[in-house]
């Protein structure tokens, strides 16, 4: 089965209660998984990863969690090239602050196609305003892209 890179970007730790049920879920489909918490660029490349995911929530007006800021900074920096490999995007934000709902979701998907990733489904926005179980709108999105990128 596939190697998945697993970065989370966390504030309140929703994201990561996200991020564990995503991992337990493709553990059970027989896939490993390495959850990183700090991830880094040395850390995606050192897990041969098959495939990567995101899961991010957004804080203040669109911006990363702390987390996973110097992540973001040296996918920049590195510019570790994906060569079609496929990414995916989970995204958790609060659609009350409108303009920059998802967005440190959207600047991670963004990233992945300058790398050259392959999205295989778009990536999925989770509203907090909507939603009292982010897991479960996070493991409906899943399946359709394990489907397709695995």
Known sequence: MSVIYLAVG?????????GKAIQQQLEQSGHQVVLDENPSVGALNDSQCD???????????????ANIIPFYIELEQQFPL???KPFGVISL?????????CGAGALFEER???LQGRAPVPRVTIDATETVTPDDDALFWLKEWMEKAL
């Not at 966390?10 to 996200?18: D, Q, R």
């Not at 495939?51 to 969690?65: E, F, Q």
Request: proline share 3%; with cysteine.
């Open 93 to 101: 934000g609060d659609s009350s602050y409108d303009a920059t709902f």
């Open 51 to 65: 495939a990567v995911l995101i899961c991010t929530s957004t804080t203040g007006r669109g911006d990363l969690p």
């Open 82 to 84: 994906q060569n079609g």
């Open 10 to 18: 966390s504030v309140t730790g929703t994201a990561l209660m996200v």
């Open 112 to 114: 992945f196609f300058e």
